[in-house]
């Protein structure tokens, strides 16, 4: 069973950066084509989608944060990383971590797996 | 960006009953729409991949449907462990994208 576990400071300063880990237990982060992803939700409000991140280093990143945002990933400690630079007020939320894949022969790509998301706060 | 629009916000019902949520996209997505389902301090959970396809796991009494811009999902006979938020997520372009999410409350 595929488990993952965020961890990092729940308590960030305005314009400093946001740094957040992405433990992956149960299979080797490296195994199959998977992406693995980043996701937050400010209190109230819907999901979003921040970004993901293959085993290769390969990237993808939402627009809307693509100049702040940078994901990497560690095969050998199989875990995966979010900074999330020069952060205001509208950056809290819950941040999650979450496993993508592809279904029905690479058609349909899904968050399969989740952690249970840490909350982060910025405030001075 | 796809936007999706789900309704209702917020629903109450009761055990047994049957619910159906809606998730509206702004341009057609052909059937690229999953769901979710979340709860206060746990992983979310992916409940229906394209549109219409069940996750392994997933109670039978959980069905998705649709395709282009309408999506549905339907729980019938809603459990006890059913009261939940529900969320959509398009996949069909980067960025990827949710609706604001439906609560489903007990009544």
């Known amino acids: 069973q595929v488990q993952l576990r965020e961890s990092g400071p729940g308590l960030v300063k305005p314009s400093q950066t946001l740094s957040l880990s992405c433990t992956v237990s149960g299979d080797p982060l490296s195994s199959g084509s998977y992406y693995w992803n980043w996701i937050r939700q400010p209190a109230g409000m819907g999901l979003e989608w921040i970004g993901r991140?293959?085993?290769?280093?390969?990237?993808d990143y939402n627009p809307s944060l693509k100049s702040r945002v940078s994901l990497s990933v560690d095969t050998t400690k199989n875990k995966f990383s979010l900074e999330l630079s020069d952060v205001t007020a509208a950056d809290t939320a819950m941040y999650y971590c979450?496993?993508?894949?592809?279904?029905?022969?690479?058609?349909?790509?899904?968050?399969?797996?989740w952690g249970q998301g840490i909350l982060v706060t910025v405030s001075s | 960006d796809v936007q999706l629009t789900q309704s209702p916000s917020s629903l109450s019902a009761s055990v047994g009953d049957r619910v159906t949520i809606t998730c509206r996209a702004s341009q057609t997505i052909n059937t690229f729409l999953n769901w979710y389902q979340g709860k206060p301090g746990k992983a979310p959970k992916l409940l229906v991949y394209g549109a219409s396809t069940l996750q392994s796991g997933i109670p039978a009494r959980f069905s998705g449907s649709g395709s282009g811009t309408d999506f549905t999902l339907t729980i019938s006979n809603l459990q006890p462990e059913d009261f939940a938020v529900y969320s959509c997520q398009q996949s069909y372009n980067i960025p990827y994208t949710f609706g604001q999410g439906t609560t489903v409350e007990i009544k």
């Open positions: 991140v293959h085993h290769s280093g390969g990237t």
């Open positions: 979450a496993r993508g894949d592809y279904y029905a022969s690479g058609s349909y790509y899904a968050f399969d797996y």
